[in-house]
């Protein structure tokens, strides 16, 4: 059973304070306090260029923080690097789609899998190895519905099974927290209520905590327990979506425009 917000036990498994990145004099992401609850799933909101991509730049060490820091569990990662961050359980997605299109589906999630059990890609490996990354990888290909397509070419899947690849990418990690941009970037709109019924799946199944940067409203208020507004790098708001949605500072500045 899914636990409500509710019956969140108050302990953020990812904790942003004070994250700040400023580039060329101005603030991209301005003093941004975020805490993520365990099994929580936090969506992200805000209209382009509001800084959703760089705060989870700033929480996976992609892009340097100004000042202020991120902690996983309670440890300081702050000057962790992205690897470091990501094999301690920081997974995430990108909003344009990174896949390797000539190698098949399988490959792509078995060198997500090598890289999370470390070592180099070489001929000769223990057999305890092999089995460890064989099976996420299959684990995670048959979670996303793509192990009956693990032998076809990554460059000939749709776009809506490209993105059910990269969370197959992701989830070999076996990452604490997941953090996607976009998911739905690019996907047909027939594809969105599978690809948003995925989502929910994965976390249900893998216990995972979320946070989802997304523009589809509809996906958001399925999935997210709740929303955190991003406007000019700034966190404006982080509420239930029935708190957040209400706002009249919200309506005002995105639900008449942007979003
Ligand atoms: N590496 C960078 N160097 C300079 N400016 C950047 C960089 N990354 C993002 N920005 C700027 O920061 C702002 C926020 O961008 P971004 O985080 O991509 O917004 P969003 O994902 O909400 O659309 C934009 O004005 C963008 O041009
Ligand atoms: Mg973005």
Redesign the pocket.
């Known amino acids: 059973m899914t636990a409500t917000p509710a019956e969140l036990p108050a302990r953020a498994v990812l904790q942003a304070t004070g994250l700040t990145c400023t580039?060329?004099g101005a603030a991209?992401v301005s003093d941004v306090d975020l805490g993520v609850q365990d099994g929580e799933l936090l969506g992200v909101i805000?209209p382009?260029?509001?800084?959703?991509?760089?705060?989870l730049n700033l929480l996976s060490g992609l892009?340097p923080a100004t000042s202020g820091a991120v902690q996983l569990d309670g440890q300081n990662i702050s000057g962790w690097s992205p690897h470091r961050r990501a094999r301690a359980g920081l997974g995430r997605t990108f909003q344009t789609s990174s896949v390797f299109g000539e190698l098949s589906v399988a490959e792509n999630v078995s060198i997500a899998a090598q890289a999370f059990l470390g070592g180099n890609l070489r001929l000769w490996q223990p057999a305890t190895r092999i089995r460890g990354r064989s099976e996420r990888a299959g684990a995670a290909l048959e979670l996303v519905g793509l192990a009956g397509r693990a032998g076809i070419a990554a460059g000939s899947l749709s776009h809506g099974d490209k993105r059910k690849l990269e969370l197959a990418i992701l989830l070999a990690g076996e990452p604490k927290v997941m953090m996607l941009d976009e998911p739905m970037a690019g996907v047909s709109a027939e594809d969105v209520p599978e690809l948003t019924e995925l989502i929910g799946r994965v976390r249900r199944e893998r216990g995972a905590t979320v946070i989802m940067?997304e523009h589809h409203m509809d996906v958001i208020l399925q999935l997210a327990d709740r929303l955190a507004v991003?406007h000019h790098?700034s966190l404006l708001l982080c509420d239930t979506p029935q708190v957040v949605m209400a706002d009249a500072t919200v309506q005002e500045a995105y639900l008449g425009g942007a979003l």
């Open positions: 580039i060329g991209i805000g382009n260029g509001a800084g959703k991509t760089s705060l892009l940067v991003m790098g």
